[in-house]
């Protein structure tokens, strides 16, 4: 039985920065993620905000974390090469009673540290397809790749010798004297720590060893994707002033790392957490309420559609907020549990995985590694070369000049590069969140018969055995015919 000083559950960007930040130590530490990849729930159905601070309440631990992860992600963006666009956002108010909240939402931001927080009037709002009576402007609010910010954290921390086990999920945990045995899909673990970063399933994983103290109640929102060619409606974020009920931020419109738009989130409490279904009724309701802000998004611009589940620990009844709990249990001395980690959660996730580690210092003496590996290589996209960096990769590999993704211009060596990852992770989304094959105006439509192909050809993979995202999405069950030798 294989032992860690100290065992991750949840392979999301929570469990994901904190094996990063452990990986810095001398210590053996493991990763259980039931999903096929990192990144396959929460993680990546979000908006890939970088949050500023307005709109926790201060002495919270959502505006602490998030004021502190603020500052943090331009350095580690930096080390480990994943792409940051501090592109502001505007706040906006339709009237003069809701010029009212964005004073609030000013006076809250500078209780928290929150700089350059200015109210504008309609006629100085920058965004030229945006009409407001006034707008609170937010200079520290950002965009991130939230899968590609993930990832990042996660190879880099398996580079630096964290065990990352994909589809393996957690089945029971057996509290002893020295510490836990942990049971899952793909054998059983002994460690004296553990940290419970399960997400919407936090509360299973807690309920192994001792009966839970809180509820979890799923609110799904819902996403439109618009096509790139329309990314220049705006260039900063927008939002409207907040609703007063649910907890949330209310639908806004927000560019993307990779130039599309994203209209959303909805926000709706849902009994089960893994109910993810996009609906009619609420793509309707997104375009049309993205469209009072910005008239000028044509009727088809949306190429698609994703829904992501928050972590909620109040329910609708309660007014749906409550502050993030990361605690050591008082049952059950060595199980840190983070529970409740909704938005801001993304922008916190580097300031919460080291207070992680401080709590873990309490048990184990942490000692820096000699050797650690801090950056990752960041590369440019093929379609972003030069003709003669282009020609030069080809004349060193032909594979780059072959292209398998035409919506988003992805070579064939891209793919073999994504699916190279050091995580192991060999799915049609690993390769989908890693190079973008995929992710243009036909979904796939093109490229998912050549990405199949190099996965049998390149990676020696049974076609049955190829999947989607997740341990049960096989793409094929088997062949319509069966080839006759003769």
């Known amino acids: ?148 910010f993930t990832m990042a954290l996660a190879e880099n921390a398996a580079e630096n010798n964290v065990k990352f086990l994909l589809e393996a999920k957690v089945t029971n945990l057996k509290k002893q004297k020295d510490g836990f045995i ?99 009724e609420m793509m309707k309701n997104l375009l049309n309420e993205a469209k009072e802000i910005i008239p000028a998004i044509p009727d088809k611009a949306v190429i698609n559609a994703y829904s992501g589940i928050r972590c909620k620990l109040a329910s609708p009844e309660d007014g749906g907020w409550a502050d993030y709990r990361i605690e050591e249990s008082k049952q059950t001395s060595g199980l840190i549990s983070l529970l409740g980690i909704e938005s801001p959660g993304l922008t916190g996730a580097p300031a919460i995985a080291k207070e992680v580690a401080r709590m873990i210092s309490q048990s184990i003496e942490l000692k820096s590694k000699d050797n650690f590996k801090f950056a990752r290589t960041k590369r440019k996209r093929f379609s972003e070369m030069s003709a003669k960096e282009q020609s030069d990769l080809i004349k060193k590999d032909e594979r780059w000049g072959r292209i398998v993704c035409r919506c988003e211009q992805i070579t064939e060596r891209e793919v073999i590069d994504a699916l ?34 190099i996965m049998e050809e390149q990676f020696n993979m049974d076609v049955k055995n190829i999947k989607l995202r997740s341990p049960d999405s096989n793409l094929f069950y088997g062949r319509t015919r069966e080839v006759r030798d003769d």
């Not at 039985?1 to 493991?30: C, P, Q, R, T």
Request: glycine residues 10%.
């Open 182 to 280: 942990i049971k899952t899909s793909k054998g059983d673990f002994q460690s004296p720590l553990i940290v419970n970063a399960a997400g919407l399933n936090c509360r299973e994983i807690v309920s192994m060893v001792e009966e839970p103290d809180f509820q979890v109640y799923p609110c799904r929102g819902e996403y439109l994707v618009l096509d790139k060619k329309h990314s220049s409606l705006l260039n900063s974020m927008i939002y409207p002033v907040p609703p007063k009920e649910l907890g949330v931020l209310g639908i806004h419109i927000t560019p993307t790392i990779e130039g599309n738009i994203l209209l959303g989130p909805s926000a709706e409490f849902i009994d089960n957490a893994e109910n993810k279904k996009t609906t009619r």
């Open 420 to 453: 190279s990852n050091p995580l192991g992770a060999k799915t049609l989304s690993s390769v989908k969140y890693r190079c973008r094959a995929g992710m243009g105006r036909c979904q796939g439509g093109f490229c998912t018969q050549h990405i199949v192909r």
């Open 1 to 148: 039985m294989k032992n860690f000083h100290v065992a991750i559950i949840g392979g999301g960007v929570i469990g994901s920065s904190i094996a990063w930040e452990l990986s810095k130590y001398k210590l053996d530490v493991v990763v259980f993620e039931k999903g096929s990849d990192v990144a396959s729930e929460t993680s990546k159905a979000n908006s890939g905000v970088i949050h500023s601070g307005i709109n926790s309440p201060p002495s919270s631990l959502k505006a602490r974390y998030c004021v502190e992860g603020n500052k943090i992600l331009q350095s580690l963006a930096n080390e480990l090469g994943f792409p940051l666009q501090w592109v502001g956002k505007y706040v906006i108010a339709k009237n003069e009673e809701e010029t009212k909240e964005l004073e609030r939402l000013k006076k809250v931001g500078i209780d928290n540290g929150v700089p350059g927080l200015e109210i504008k009037n309609g006629t100085e709002v920058t965004e030229p397809n945006v009409s407001c009576f006034a707008a609170l402007w937010v200079p520290t609010a950002g965009i991130v790749s939230p899968y590609k």
